[in-house]
């Protein structure tokens, strides 16, 4: 009997695995910009045109349907007048669907600037099919500010503990005036009369104008002027100036950069 030599041969198989789809995510709404919707402009008034995706695979997707819920499930409803309306356009988006939400009142942003309105989302549309999944999202609506309010004259205390202004900052076009002290020794809360040969015909007065604090070199924030105003989209467009007392104006010093408080 004829022997032949043991050879073993290896190789690689590759298993593909599919995972099947279930319809377990409801459609999601899509669609441009910010809904908004700008305070006191008379009702009916446009807010938003939205479509949808779905994420599971286009058998269980488009056609959509949206609808409203009912006023009791519903936080712009009340007593059954709606604040906003949904039309339902089923040939929209090429068939898949489209709701355009209107505003049917007059809206006050200093009362309430967003109103959150709920959408029942379905897919599959039209096919009657057990497998439909139906879901709820929420739609954010803004109210646009409009400047309608006058700001009220403000206040705010402000408790000053200690600010520190011995240490000067001093010249060093001065240097020579120090001697062999240095500049440190020369930083005091007064300038000494060592100095005045270097501050010429000016005087010491003079080079005291010319010399700037330590402590000042950078600004300590010590408080943030307000106006109090019901509208809040013009915040970032006011501006303040220094109105008094004179006095005072060599000490505190007013940011030109606006800022707000939250």
């Not at 712009?76 to 089923?90: A, I, P, R, S």
């Not at 988006?93 to 505003?103: E, I, L, N, S, Y």
């Not at 967003?114 to 879901?135: A, F, Q």
């Not at 700037?212 to 010590?222: F, G, K, Q, R, T």
Request: with cysteine; aromatic share 10%.
């Amino acid at each position: 009997m004829p022997r032949f030599p043991s050879s073993t041969l290896t190789g690689t198989a590759t298993l593909i695995i599919f995972v099947d789809d279930v319809n377990d995510n409801a459609p999601e709404l899509v669609y441009k910009g910010v809904p908004m919707v700008m305070e006191l402009e008379d009702p009916p008034k446009f807010v938003i045109l939205f479509s949808a995706i779905d994420r599971d695979t286009p058998q269980f997707g488009a056609p959509f349907r949206f609808a409203l819920p009912p006023c009791e499930e519903n936080p712009t409803c009340h007593g059954g007048v709606l604040d906003f309306t949904m039309q339902f356009d089923e040939d929209g988006d090429h068939g898949r669907g489209v709701g355009m939400v209107t505003a049917m009142k007059k809206f006050h942003r200093d009362q309430q600037k967003y109103h959150y309105l709920p959408i029942i989302t379905s897919d599959m549309r039209g096919t009657n099919s057990p497998l439909s999944k139906t879901g709820t999202s929420t739609l954010t609506i803004e109210i646009g500010d409009m400047n309608n309010h006058p700001h009220a004259d403000g206040h705010k205390d402000i408790f000053i503990y200690k600010y520190d202004f011995k240490v000067r900052k001093i010249s060093k076009s001065l240097a020579p005036c120090c001697g062999k002290k240095g500049l440190n020794a020369c930083a005091e809360s007064v300038l000494p009369e060592s100095l005045a040969p270097c501050c010429g015909k000016k005087g010491l007065n003079a080079c005291a104008e010319s010399v700037l604090p330590e402590s000042l070199a950078d600004d300590i924030v010590i408080g943030i002027v307000y106006a109090p105003d019901l509208d809040d989209w013009d915040v970032v467009d006011k501006h303040y100036f220094f109105k008094g007392p004179p006095d005072m104006a060599k000490y505190f010093r007013l940011a030109s950069v606006n800022v707000c408080e939250g």
